[in-house]
């Protein structure tokens, strides 16, 4: 037996653990958003299972908070459309960084470039999603919205938010529920 083999199995290992976190994290989130848009009637719901396609089903959600509707009405084309074309500029910028002679001073200076319009892209997106967490926080929790942004924009956690509320009634359901109840009796 090799010396190189506890070293190996041990970096398999944690790889593997990785792996079962990422996937973890995939699933919850997905769950959320699945029961969220299916909760709501949003057709399509499955798309919570594909990556960009979860973008469309959380620009659907926001869509609900009275502020989306009347100053962002296509959300659910606009999320996507910048999530889409950020994996696209990334995977484009990311393959061309070895295009340019590396011997002259552009050459040298485009990784750099490269990396800043990445680094300002994922910046952007972040805001943006942060932005669509917010209505839909505000839809399903409105005691904790603060909370749970502030959560999801410093540690990640979004999909955990996402899971807990994926059974909660939209507030603009519950409030027309109530004013219904009310006229009934």
């Known amino acids: 037996m090799s010396e190189a083999f506890p070293i190996v199995a041990m970096i398999i290992f944690f790889y593997l653990i990785y792996f079962a976190i990422i996937l973890a994290v995939y699933i919850l989130r997905a769950i959320g958003l699945y029961k969220l848009a299916k909760n709501r009637g949003i057709n399509n719901a499955w798309l919570a299972w594909i990556p960009v ?68 892209a994922a910046i952007f997106i972040r805001l943006v999603h942060s932005f669509i967490l917010y209505h839909i926080y505000k839809i399903y929790d409105p005691d904790n919205v603060i909370l749970f942004l502030v959560l999801s924009i410093v540690m990640s956690i979004d ?10 009634v939209p507030l603009y359901v519950a409030e027309s529920t109530a004013d219904e109840t009310e006229q009934i009796s």
Do not use: Q, W
Not at 81 to 103: D, H, K, Y
């Open 53 to 120: 396609g979860d973008a469309y089903i959380m620009g659907c959600l926001s869509e609900a908070s009275p502020y989306m509707k009347h100053k962002f009405p296509k959300m659910h084309v606009i999320y996507p459309s910048i999530m889409g074309g950020f994996i696209f500029l990334t995977i484009t910028l990311m393959f061309g960084f070895f295009l340019p002679n590396i011997t002259s001073v552009y050459g040298l200076l485009f990784p750099l470039l490269v990396y800043g319009l990445l680094f300002l």
């Open 159 to 168: 999909f955990i938010f996402l899971f807990v509320i994926r059974n909660k």
